[in-house]
């Protein structure tokens, strides 16, 4: 089935065509153009579009200044409608209620800004930011980011985060000026990226959200073209210190716990659009996705934690008994339905430097290996994720999914069919995509509520839990497992 684009308001937007709407809706209800007898049906239908387009983008919205405006002078015009239409006044009151729940923003005139400067995961320092309850991340928002030097010195600077690179180089360069570095060292300022295996990536000037998309343990480095080759990771990321750490002084209970605890934060932070745009607008989208690409970097923290706990512990026994904890820490998860951290401990377990490890395993009681097998066969990729399938569909809310499939279904979607054929909307693609995204909501639809008793080593878990110190560099996992297998010979 196709319709023409402009009988399809709730088709994925841009944030250009959010405003064009908008504006579009706002010149027909302040032109006068609904008046005579059939005045009401056509104002119903007019609040019915605003009501669906605020219930579906709700916060979104503020990322658009002007977007507040059009739709406060809308409100006001329906507002005041409401007194010659009584018909208008169940729709009007359930547009007030929602208008309250979007919480827009009007920003007034002479007004100083007064924005809350808010972390990212690898900048959590202090216990207590990382204890706060996740909130969703606009492109707007202000963060605090460390960019350094080639000598490892670093500037602390203030930026929102879908700064652009441009933007960014501005304020390292303002932060070098006050400082007594010679005058020539912010000149022809290059940002690049630099990963914990020594891959460096040269931004563009034009590139922006570059924030959200660093790799685990990559920082941002400033320099000039000269010195980009002498780059290299901060000396914490390539140094290794074996021993014992805290997840052996913790249950798995609790860690499985805390762990769902904090994925549910983030996975209620994404909004639903996120996903579509991260499928749909891809790069361009990148402003619209913060909080679903710190999601998927969540998954891929947890599971180069399991890699990292397991390759660090040196002594043979322990080192099973972490396997077999993390082997429990999956099932709790799964009991939880958090299928995310379920999905990150297996694939951590089945890293190809942790499953090298014969010896180790061979220790594990056979109720485990059994156990770890199920559960390789819930993850099998095979049949298009069959297994993980009947399972989930077998779920009632609250769920936590395993994200990246939800990507794979909506890539798989889009690219199998046109958005646009011969100038029209193909209505049966975007019913498809808007059903998978009806699914994340139905994951929502309900309170998560575990049974976390309040203990001496609470705190302590929780802050472990949201702030992992990770190796992600696959070359040194490695060669920590050859070290492993050969001191065990």
Known sequence: ?????????????????????????????????????????????????????????????????????????????????????????????????????????????????????????????????????????????????????????????????????????????????????????????????????????????????????????????????DSYEALVPLPEEIQVSPGDTEIHRVEAEDVANHLTAFHWELFRCVHELEFVDYVFHGERGRRETANLELLLQRCSEVTHWVATEVLLCEAPGKRAQLLKKFIKIAALCKQNQDLLSFYAVVMGLDNAAVSRLRLTWEKLPGKFKNLFRKFENLTDPCRNHKSYREVISKMKPPVIPFVPLILKDLTFLHEGSKTLVDGLVNIEKLHSVAEKVRTIRKYRSRPLCLDMEASPHHLQTKAYVRQFQVIDNQNLLFELSYKLEANSQ
């Not at 208008?99 to 202090?126: A, C, D, G, M, Y």
């Not at 204890?131 to 600077?157: K, N, W």
């Open 1 to 225: 089935m196709l319709i023409h684009p402009r009988g399809l308001p709730s088709q994925p937007f841009s944030q250009k065509e959010d405003k064009k709407f908008l504006q579009e809706l706002h010149h027909f209800v302040r032109a006068g153009g609904m008046e005579g007898p059939e005045g009401l049906g056509q104002k119903q239908a007019c609040l019915a579009m605003l009501l669906h387009f605020l219930d579906t983008y709700q916060g979104l919205l503020q990322e658009e200044e002007g977007a507040g405006h059009i739709i406060k002078d809308l409100y006001l015009l329906i507002m005041k409608d409401e007194s010659l239409y009584q018909g208008l006044r169940e729709d009007t009151l359930r547009l007030h209620q929602l208008v309250e729940t979007v919480e827009l923003k009007i920003p007034e005139e002479n007004q100083p800004p007064s924005k809350q400067v808010k972390p990212l995961f690898r900048h959590f320092r202090r216990i207590d930011s990382c204890l706060q309850t996740r909130v969703a991340f606009r492109g707007s928002d202000e963060i605090f980011c460390r960019v350094y030097m080639p000598d490892h010195s670093y500037v602390t600077i203030r930026s929102r985060l879908s700064a652009s690179v441009q933007d960014i180089l501005g304020s390292v360069t303002e932060k070098l000026q006050y400082s007594e570095e010679p005058a020539g060292r912010e000149d022809s300022l290059i940002l690049v990226a630099v990963a914990s295996s020594g891959e460096k990536v040269l931004l563009q000037p034009t590139e922006d959200c570059v924030f959200t998309t660093l790799g685990i343990n990559s920082h941002l480095f400033a320099c000039t073209r």
